[in-house]
Antibody
Framework: QLQLQESGPRLVKTSETLSLTCTVS??????????WGWIRQSPGKGLEWIGN???????NYNPSLKSRVTISVDPSKNQFSLKLNSVTAADTAVYYC????????????WGQGTLVTVSS | EIVLTQSPGTLSLSPGERATLSCRAS???????LAWYQQKLGQAPRLLIY???SRATGIPDRFSGSGSGTDFTLTITRLEPEDFAVYYC?????????FGPGTKVDIK
């Protein structure tokens, strides 16, 4: 059974870079058809799709975040990562890593989520 | 960006009753690329339905999805105690993929 687990700092200072890693177990990240991505959830904005990436590097990003986001995939470690730079309090949210069924596909499964707080 | 509107905001029902949840899109959803998720307090969302009407693996047949274009429906035929949760629709046919604000199904 595929499982995803987020890790990374829970507190990030304003204007710095948020960095999270998702470790995938129970399956290979370089399996064809699947993309690996991030979604966040905050009380103010609800669920917001951030982006996804194929293991070969093809990526899709939310245009509203594209200028600040980098997603990368490391097949050798069966991990993928999120970097969001120049964060503000508006980036405070629960961040979920998740598998996407193709670049334009449904999301399943999701990691348990990690709350990241941005504060000065 | 496609905006999804869900109604009602809250649905108060008793176990055994039928729940009908609506998701309306601001423009047509490509190829019925619409999914439904269930989220319980403190947990990640769980996929229920994809492609508007296909049940995900392990999802009981009391859950069904229907619709096309801009109007979609999630139906739970007989509510079980574990079904009281928040339900979200998501369109993944047009980037950016967007979610609705959710419908909370609570116990009457």
């Amino acid at each position: 059974q595929l499982q995803l687990q987020e890790s990374g700092p829970r507190l990030v200072k304003t204007s710095e870079t948020l960095s999270l890693t998702c470790t995938v177990s129970g399956g290979s990240i370089n399996r064809s058809s699947y993309y690996w991505g991030w979604i966040r959830q905050s009380p103010g904005k609800g669920l917001e799709w951030i982006g996804n990436m194929y293991y070969s590097g093809t990526a899709n990003y939310n245009p509203s975040l594209k200028s600040r986001v980098t997603i990368s995939v490391d097949p050798s470690k069966n991990q993928f990562s999120l970097k969001l730079n120049s964060v503000t309090a508006a980036d405070t949210a629960v961040y979920y890593c998740a598998r996407h069924y193709s670049g334009y596909g449904w999301v399943d499964p999701w990691g348990q989520g990690t709350l990241v707080t941005v504060s000065s | 960006e496609i905006v999804l509107t869900q109604s009602p905001g809250t649905l108060s029902l008793s176990p055994g009753e039928r729940a009908t949840l609506s998701c309306r899109a601001s423009q047509s959803v490509s190829s019925s690329y619409l999914a439904w998720y269930q989220q319980k307090l403190g947990q990640a969302p769980r996929l229920l339905i994809y492609g508007a009407s296909s049940r995900a693996t392990g999802i009981p047949d009391r859950f069904s999805g229907s619709g096309s274009g801009t109007d979609f429906t999630l139906t739970i035929t007989r509510l079980e105690p574990e079904d009281f949760a928040v339900y979200y629709c998501q369109q993944y046919g047009t980037s950016p993929f967007t979610f609705g604000p959710g419908t909370k199904v609570d116990i009457k």
